[in-house]
């Protein structure tokens, strides 16, 4: 259960990502469009694919979130739960790899690592409540806050771990 100090440490991460990005455009920019950088370590990206709909799937994007080059790369399908709208990154394979198929949304069975909690913020922080769509305005900074346990922590990975801490990814640039 997320404390009162996480969440103002947040903030304050928040805060200081804001005011050393001034490239805060990303409303102008289509999320799958968007570049991202994980402030403090800008060898990890994140930007989002579009995909043809998938059986199980919400929407036609994915994030994928790279670690260095030549380093592990993961990938997401966003989702929405039915309730308070929180939006959930659904582990997944590589949807470029021979004979790729969706997972099965009921069953962990099948995923590369863990599922993750999604947060897109506007340049004033205020939060985005929407499902991230084609052609939608892209979010200024993306928070995963347990990304950096799960790349740590993912068997996929060698001896030699990526540690990160918790980082806002901030938009670097459009692709478009």
């Known amino acids: 259960m997320p404390t009162l ?16 990005a001034p490239k805060a455009a990303a ?8 570049h991202y950088v994980l402030k403090a370590y ?6 989002f694919v579009r995909h043809d709909p998938a059986p199980g799937l919400y929407g036609t994007l994915f994030l994928r979130v790279r670690v260095g080059q030549g380093g592990q790369t993961y990938w997401y399908s966003p989702e929405i739960g039915n ?11 590589d949807p470029g790899k021979r004979g790729w198929h969706a997972p099965d949304p009921d069953s962990r069975k ?18 985005r409540a929407e499902l991230p769509a084609p052609g939608a305005g892209a979010p200024d900074l993306i928070l995963i806050p347990e ?11 060698d001896l030699s771990r ?10 670097d640039h459009c692709q478009r």
């Open 83 to 93: 309730g308070y709208s929180t939006i959930r990154l659904i582990s997944i394979d």
């Open 5 to 20: 100090r996480f969440g103002l440490g947040c903030f304050a991460l928040g805060a200081a990502a804001i005011l050393a």
């Open 27 to 34: 409303a102008n920019c289509p999320y799958e469009g968007a």
């Open 162 to 171: 990526k540690r990160l801490t918790r980082a806002f990814f901030v938009f």
């Open 110 to 127: 099948g995923r590369p690592s863990e599922d993750e909690t999604y947060y897109g913020l506007n340049a004033d922080l205020s939060f």
């Open 42 to 47: 800008p060898e990890v990206t994140a930007d």
């Open 147 to 157: 990304l950096a346990p799960a790349i740590w922590y993912d068997p996929r990975t």
